[in-house]
C-alpha cells in the first residue's frame, strides 16, 4: 500500500509540472470492424462515455467534433461521447485518478508521465481489445512498443511527434539558400542569417518550459547518434557516455550563439510562427505540430510558404535522422463503466478518414500513428494540410526504414525526462556542467530502471 501511495503522489508531482502538451491492413474506412458486433452494449441504454482533453482552440475544438465525435454519436448510437476541453487537463486527471474517479477515456500529454498510472493501476490493460480490433498489425510499430509495459498494451500513441525542420521557402529563395542537407550547410545559413540581423531559428520556452525537450532530443539524434541514445535508453551504457556528453555539450553552444533563437526564454510558438512568417527567420527547429500555429499565415500568396526538412546528422556519413514520439497518449480507466464504448472511440481515431478529415482543418497534430498513414489521399488537399501531410508520410517512410531518434518524453522513464528538460537550462546558461547534469541523470535512470519504471524502447532497423 505505501508502494501504491508514493506512486499516486509521484503522479501528482510529475503532473503538476507538466500541462498540456500541444500526441496486416486497416479495415475499410467508415466500416464498422469485424468485431464491432462482439461489443457489449449494456441494457439498451445509452451508454455515457466522457474524455477530457486539453484547451485547444475554439476552432480546433470544433474540428474534432466534427471529425470524430460526432461520426462516432452517430455510428455508435447506443453511445454518447462529450468531450471537455481542459486547461488544467493534467492535474484535473491526477486529482480525479488518485480518487479513482476520471473520465473514460484518460489524455496524457506523453508516455513517460503515463508510466506512474500504469505502475498504480489506474489505466485498463488494452491487450484484449489490441487483439479484437488488430492494433497491433495496425499501429506503426514503435508507436505501439511505446504503450506498451511488460509486454501489455496500456495507452495509444494519438499522434506522432516528428522533430524537423520547418522553413520559409519564400526567405530561403530571396537570399539564395538552399534547403539545407548537411550540417555545415546549416550552419552556414544560421551564421549568414545572424549577420543580416535575423535570428537564426525561431522557437522559444515562453510560457512551457518542457518545449527544452524537443532540444534534447534533437541534440542526442543528430550529435550523439541514435545508437548511442538507444544504448543510454536501455542502459547499456551511461548517460555519462562521452557522444551524449558531446550533443548536451554542443546544444549549450547553439544556444550561446543563438541558432535556438537569441529571445529564448521570451518567445513562445506563437511568436516562432509570426517571426518565421513574417521572414525575420529561415528556420524552425522543432516538431511538425508546431504548424498548428501557421494557418493564420499560409494563406493567399503564402499558402505554399512552408516546407518540411529532416534536420541533418552532425556526421555527413550518417542519414538524417527524424526524430520520433507520440504527441499524446490515450488510455481507458481502468474504473471506467463503459471500457467497450472507450474502445470504439480509440479504434475510429485509427483510421485514414478521420486523419484525412481532421489535417484539413487542424494540420500539424493529428499524424495518427498507423500503418496506413502513407495511403491517405492528399489530392484534394493543398497549402498547410497537404505540405504536413506529406512530410509525415515521408518520414514514416524513414521509420520503415529503421532510421529514427528517440523523442525523451516517450522513451525516458519519467523523472530522468523531467531532470534533464529542467536542468538543460543550467547547462545551456553555463550554471552547470553537461557532465555533472548528465551524473545526476544516470543516478536518477538507474534508480527508475531498478523499479521497472521503464517504457519499451525499440531498437533501429
Not at 504548424?291 to 518540411?308: C, H, K, R, T, W
Not at 536518477?444 to 519499451?456: D, L
Request: hydrophobic letters at 40%; one cysteine or more; charged letters at 20%.
Amino acid at each position: 500500500m505505501k508502494k501504491l501511495q508514493r506512486r499516486t503522489i509521484a503522479i501528482l508531482l510529475c503532473l503538476a509540472m507538466a500541462a498540456m502538451m500541444f500526441g496486416c491492413s486497416a479495415p475499410a474506412e467508415d466500416t464498422p470492424s469485424d468485431s464491432d458486433s462482439n461489443v457489449q452494449t449494456g441494457d439498451g441504454e445509452v451508454q455515457e462515455l466522457t474524455f477530457w482533453f486539453w484547451g485547444c482552440s475554439a476552432e480546433q475544438q470544433e474540428a474534432f467534433q466534427r471529425t470524430l465525435v460526432d461520426p462516432f454519436n452517430e455510428k455508435y448510437p447506443q453511445y454518447h461521447m462529450t468531450v471537455e476541453h481542459r486547461n488544467t487537463v493534467n492535474k484535473d486527471v491526477a486529482v480525479a485518478m488518485a480518487a479513482n474517479e476520471g473520465p473514460d477515456i484518460i489524455y496524457e500529454s506523453s508516455p513517460a508521465l503515463a508510466l506512474e498510472y500504469i505502475a498504480a493501476g489506474k489505466y485498463l490493460n488494452l491487450d484484449e481489445y489490441a487483439e479484437q480490433f488488430g492494433w497491433k498489425d495496425r499501429i506503426i510499430g514503435c508507436m505501439y512498443d511505446s504503450g506498451c509495459v511488460d509486454g501489455s498494451l496500456y495507452d495509444l500513441a494519438m499522434g506522432m511527434n516528428v522533430i524537423g525542420i520547418v522553413y520559409n521557402k519564400d526567405v530561403l529563395e530571396e537570399h539564395g539558400w538552399s534547403v539545407p542537407t548537411t550540417m555545415d550547410e546549416l550552419i552556414a545559413i544560421m551564421d549568414e542569417a545572424l549577420e543580416l540581423g535575423m535570428y537564426a531559428s525561431a522557437t522559444g520556452n515562453k510560457g512551457w518550459q518542457a518545449t527544452n525537450e524537443d532540444y534534447t532530443s534533437l541534440f542526442l539524434t543528430a550529435f550523439a547518434g541514435p545508437e548511442a541514445t538507444y544504448e543510454a535508453l536501455v542502459g547499456e551504457t551511461p548517460w555519462t557516455d562521452e557522444r551524449i556528453v558531446h550533443a548536451i555539450e554542443t546544444s549549450a553552444e547553439w544556444y550561446q550563439k543563438g541558432y535556438l533563437c537569441s529571445d529564448y526564454l521570451s518567445v513562445d510558438w506563437s511568436d516562432a510562427a509570426m517571426l518565421l512568417a513574417e521572414g525575420r527567420t529561415p528556420f524552425f527547429f522543432g516538431p511538425y505540430k508546431f504548424i498548428q500555429n501557421l494557418p493564420l499565415y499560409a494563406v493567399g500568396d503564402m499558402e505554399d510558404s512552408f516546407g518540411f526538412a529532416p534536420f541533418p546528422s552532425e556526421d555527413p556519413n550518417e542519414p538524417s535522422y527524424y526524430t520520433i514520439g507520440a504527441t499524446g497518449t490515450l488510455a481507458i480507466n481502468a474504473n471506467s463503466k463503459n471500457p467497450d464504448g472507450a474502445a470504439l472511440f480509440l479504434d475510429m481515431m485509427l483510421s485514414n478518414e478521420f486523419v484525412h478529415d481532421i489535417v484539413t482543418d487542424w494540420p500539424g497534430y493529428w499524424a495518427v500513428p498507423i500503418t496506413t498513414l502513407n495511403e491517405v489521399d492528399t489530392s484534394d488537399l493543398s497549402g498547410l494540410p497537404k505540405s504536413f501531410l506529406e512530410a509525415v508520410q515521408e518520414a514514416v517512410a524513414s521509420l520503415d526504414a529503421g532510421n529514427f531518434g528517440y523523442y525523451n518524453s516517450s522513451y525516458m522513464p519519467a523523472q530522468t525526462f523531467n531532470l534533464l528538460y529542467t536542468g538543460i537550462e543550467a547547462v545551456w546558461m553555463g550554471e552547470q556542467t553537461a557532465e555533472s547534469l548528465l551524473q545526476e541523470m544516470d543516478e536518477v535512470f538507474q534508480e527508475e530502471m531498478a523499479s521497472g519504471s521503464m517504457p519499451i524502447v525499440p531498437q533501429q532497423g
